[in-house]
């Protein structure tokens, strides 16, 4: 069979004088929708993909102030592992107009992920059946085949952490955690759980070495930029003030705009945030220890007796690991101000692991999944998609705490706390 003909390319307006070289985009063709399973409206690539190319051609053409670097969607506001990755991008897509060429290296980037994704569940034990469910997401297949996601990366990042800890490759996890933040602050969300496993596992010192790797990589990556505007790059690179648009919320479009925009409602989700992280740590992330959330907080001041401590390092098995990190996440997205679309790359690959650990029968974790599914394919997002998708995040977040409550009790909390009470 004869290959097809080369899609027709139009040029398409820069919106920076600044550029000196033309965007192309192909026009819509079946050849570009590299997947059956990706969705019919979505033949091409988007405009943010475009963006993104017209931001890192401005840092290639030398800008480091960070609050100059824009595009057509507006000012980047990722941090700088995004404009490394899309530089590299730039380069080998000349400047952005091989949208084939950029599909296929996403095509090895979502291979890599699911791959690391099934390395992680099947380290925690995870049964088969549930499997499936990660390569059957056509909304997942559209964020990295289609709109050339950055989350593409970050959630990469994040399962490859993962893996590193589940083998007890410490620095290689911080590594690889570290610069996933560094491509979307999203995973922050993750951090919580991160912190609290580093610290269970490691000795003090080491766990804050950790900690200080992390903020050391991101010192590095941020280097162009900080002498600069130091100030420009952490308010666009990590802005937790930023405004979101009630148009593209894809979670809450049924509390309606003036709710949704206002000040209670995003203070009320901080602090559900918060509440949840405390539940979860208190009641099920700290079983592992065999102590109290106070006894917990006062090995900081007065650590562990080694022998306990390396009793502890071994109690944090990779179905803890996964389940206390993705756990955190899932909460993350719950309590999130405004979910979009791509921020499925992040569910799409948790929610099968946590269906599981909620103790759920196969068919309604099936059912939940399809439920999921459906609704993050709803484009625009309505009332009823969008209670979906918080329903099935709540149930998620409240099934594996409930899943869980009785696991990773291996110590009598009495017998640690006398331990530890003999050892000061």
């Known amino acids: 069979m004869d290959n097809p003909p080369p899609p027709r390319l139009r040029r398409l307006p820069l919106q920076s004088n600044n550029l000196k070289n033309s965007l192309y985009r192909p026009n819509p063709s079946p050849f570009h929708r590299p997947s059956l399973l990706t969705p019919p409206e979505c033949s091409d690539t988007e405009i943010d993909w475009q963006a993104y190319m017209q931001q890192v051609a401005l840092f290639l053409a030398g800008e480091r102030d960070y609050t100059l670097l824009k595009g057509g969607t507006g000012p980047l506001v990722y941090p700088a592992a995004h404009v490394y990755i899309y530089s590299a991008l730039y380069y080998v897509t000349d400047e952005g107009r091989d949208i084939r060429r950029a599909q296929l290296i996403f095509a090895g980037v979502y291979l890599g992920t699911l791959g690391a994704v099934m390395g992680v569940y099947r380290n925690a034990k995870a049964p088969p059946y549930i499997f499936p469910l990660l390569v059957l997401s056509k909304r997942l297949h559209s964020i990295f085949l289609l709109r050339l996601f950055n989350d593409c990366f970050a959630v990469g990042a994040l399962f490859v952490a993962i893996y590193a800890y ?250 640690q706390e006398k331990e530890h009470s003999h050892a000061e």
């Not at 959330?293 to 803890?320: I, W």
């Not at 690991?321 to 405004?338: E, K, N, P, V, W």
């Open 166 to 415: 589940q083998k007890r490759l410490w620095t290689i996890g911080n590594l690889a955690f570290s610069w996933g933040v560094g491509v979307k602050m999203s995973l922050l969300v993750a951090l919580p759980a991160v912190g609290l496993v580093l610290f269970l596992a490691l000795p003090l010192e080491k766990a804050v070495r950790s900690g200080l790797l992390m903020v050391q990589l991101q010192v590095l990556l941020a280097f162009p930029f900080l002498p600069v505007n130091a100030i420009g790059y952490l308010s666009r690179a990590f802005e937790f003030t930023r405004q979101f648009l009630f148009k593209w919320t894809v979670n809450w479009r049924f509390i309606g705009e003036d709710l949704f925009l206002s000040r209670p409602f995003s203070l009320a989700l901080v602090i559900a945030n918060l509440s949840l992280l405390l539940l979860f740590v208190s009641t099920t992330w700290i079983r592992p220890s065999g102590l109290s959330l106070s006894g917990l907080v006062k090995t900081v001041f007065r650590p562990l007796p080694l022998k306990v401590k390396q009793q502890l390092s071994f109690r944090m098995t990779s179905d803890f690991i996964l389940t206390t990190i993705l756990s955190s996440l899932m909460i993350g997205m719950l309590c999130a101000r405004s979910l979009h679309y791509q921020f499925y790359a992040y569910i799409a690959w948790t929610s099968p692991f946590l269906l599981w650990k909620s103790g759920l029968h196969p068919i309604l974790i099936y059912g939940v999944w399809a439920a999921q599914e459906w609704a993050w394919n709803v484009y625009p997002s309505t009332n009823v998609s969008s209670v979906v998708v918080v329903g099935c995040l709540a149930i998620q977040v409240w099934g594996v705490w409930w899943g869980t409550r009785n696991e990773f009790v291996e110590v009598d909390p009495s017998v």
